[in-house]
């Protein structure tokens, strides 16, 4: 099993900045890509960003391309998510999750683990 932990969530204003990061712990050998989904309330899940762990290709959501970047750090299993110029339609529990193949598309259920959520709340 792999466990996931997110941080930096949090309340900020419009066109504000937040760094989230996610921590692996446990069979992280068999993480080939991690990503970053978010759920506002009423809504379904929706791909954010992934990054595979071997070649770092990167894949964003069009509503995100150029505010946010994802990046990862193999030594310490660590994936971030720099949140920059950001809206109140950005506001969302912010979930990370990995997978045991590389990233081939950005349905929720191609996933096999799950962090617990970080909250992001952009006023306006």
């Known amino acids: 099993q792999v466990q996931l932990v997110e941080s930096g969530g949090g309340l900020v204003q419009a066109g504000g900045s937040l760094r989230l990061s996610c921590a692996a712990s446990g069979r992280t050998f068999t993480v080939y890509a991690m990503g970053w989904f978010r759920q506002a309330p009423g809504k379904e899940r929706e791909f954010v960003a992934a990054v595979n762990w071997v070649g770092g290709s990167t894949y964003y959501a069009d509503s995100v391309k150029g505010r946010f970047t994802i990046s990862r750090d193999n030594a310490k299993n660590t994936v971030y998510l720099q949140m920059n110029s950001l809206k109140p339609d950005d506001t969302a529990v912010y979930f990370c999750?990995?997978?045991?193949?590389?990233?081939?598309?950005?349905?929720?259920?191609?996933?096999?683990?799950w962090g617990r959520g970080t909250q992001v709340t952009v006023s306006s």
């Open positions: 999750a990995a997978r045991r193949t590389i990233v081939t598309g950005r349905a929720p259920n191609e996933y096999d683990y």
